[in-house]
């Protein structure tokens, strides 16, 4: 599935961002370290909308034409969108809350926290709640089971557990992750993902790999590698179709896997070897949207990712997964035009374009993970690409 990867734009300041698109596909929403979400209609828009949340924005969600962000004033927030009129708060913590998500109807959110609480909200109701407890430190990122039965969390302690909602019980606890005190310390943000629809697969990045659990019976059934991915797995996310899994890794990389041949089917790297702290599907599966820890957003475009090309697609890449004697061979192919869009010129940095907001200044040093300012190239130094490499071995 050979895809265009797109200069990428400056979007945020230096530090955590995260990226999704809304429902229809027509606009990239991201958050970033300066409190603000920025609404782009298209990775060439020159002038994105922006809605202040708070100081810093550590994460958002977004379903339904209801955008809900977790900001530094240690509370959920929902907002109407793309009009980005406030429409109160879900939920508060004791601290920012880290992480976001919502069920597949839009009907729930759930909320990890650094308090070490993860809390599940019903959107209609934001009285109705309820609080899993259990974690021991902060907690990385949480993820609904698709059936809407069942959430699973990543957390500061090392471990993975998936609960029980209604009962809001452990059903069961994996120690998968090495232990830290505060998500600015953790090697790795363990962006947890359920395979959507079946809800087959629970997805858990752990170090270079992608371990994947069965809904159920809860057995680790899978694992997903790649011989030149030696860098610790930031992120994933699953295509809408929930045959291929994307992941980000701390040194820039970005795998897309063919889960049921288990064939990496498309390696590109970020631009500069950044850490990959955001991604996500576009709805029709085309195209990937990434974020990294220096605020920049990019695109991968052009992926084919519809069943009756799967088969095809992994038989052409097969060769694609054999070790490498040399990594930099990989990427032959001269690009050398893709420089990174630094946000110096006018052209380019997003003017703010404000819809609303709230802005707070509370004052709050959480900083997401220090780790994700790893700037490790031992496998990135050459800024060429794989796509015409890719090209030439299916030619032969």
Not at 105 to 115: P, T
Not at 290 to 304: V, W
């Amino acid at each position: 599935m050979p895809c265009e990867r797109k200069p990428m734009r400056y979007g945020h300041s230096e530090g955590h961002t995260e990226v999704c698109f809304d429902d229809s596909g027509k606009f990239i929403v991201t958050c970033g370290n300066d409190g603000d979400v920025r609404i782009w209609e298209g990775l060439d828009d020159d002038d994105p909308k922006f809605i202040t949340v708070g100081e810093k924005a550590y994460s958002l969600a977004l379903k339904n034409n209801k955008l809900v962000t977790a900001s530094s004033n240690n509370t959920v927030q929902i907002h109407t969108f793309p009009d980005g009129d406030p429409d109160g708060i879900l939920t508060r913590f004791t601290t920012n809350a880290t992480h976001v998500t919502f069920n597949s109807s839009g009907s729930r959110v759930a909320a990890g926290s650094s308090d070490f609480m993860v809390k599940v909200v019903e959107v209609s109701d934001s009285s109705q709640q309820k609080t899993l407890r259990g974690h021991e430190a902060p907690v990385l990122s949480v993820t609904f089971d698709p059936k809407d039965d069942f959430l699973a969390s990543a957390s500061c302690d090392g471990n993975v557990v998936v609960w029980n909602i209604k009962e809001q019980s452990q059903l069961i606890s994996w120690p998968l992750l090495q232990k830290t005190n505060d998500v600015s310390n953790a090697k790795s943000l363990c962006r947890l993902a359920w395979q959507p629809g079946t809800a087959k697969f629970l997805a858990v990045p752990v170090e270079s790999k992608v371990q994947l659990y069965e809904r159920g019976s809860w057995d680790h059934v899978s694992t997903l590698s790649d011989d030149l991915l030696t860098q610790l797995v930031n992120v994933v996310a699953w295509s809408p179709c929930g045959q291929f899994l994307a992941a980000g890794s701390v040194g820039g990389s970005l795998n897309v896997w063919d889960v049921s041949s288990k064939l990496c089917v498309e390696r590109q790297k970020h631009e500069k070897g950044f850490t990959v702290c955001g991604l996500a599907w576009h709805p029709s599966g085309s195209q990937i949207a990434y974020t990294d820890t220096e605020g920049c957003l990019g695109l991968l475009d052009g992926l084919r990712t519809s069943t009756s090309n799967s088969t095809n697609t992994a038989s052409k890449q097969a060769a694609v997964t054999k070790p490498a004697k040399d990594y930099d061979a990989l990427f032959d192919d001269d690009d050398d035009d893709r420089v990174m869009d630094e946000g110096q010129s006018d052209t380019n940095s997003p003017v703010k374009k404000p819809i609303a907001g709230d802005d707070d200044d509370d004052d709050d040093d959480f900083l997401m993970p220090a780790t994700g300012r790893v700037r490790s190239r031992a496998i990135l130094d050459d800024e060429n690409s794989l796509g015409e490499w890719k090209k030439d071995q299916v030619q032969m």
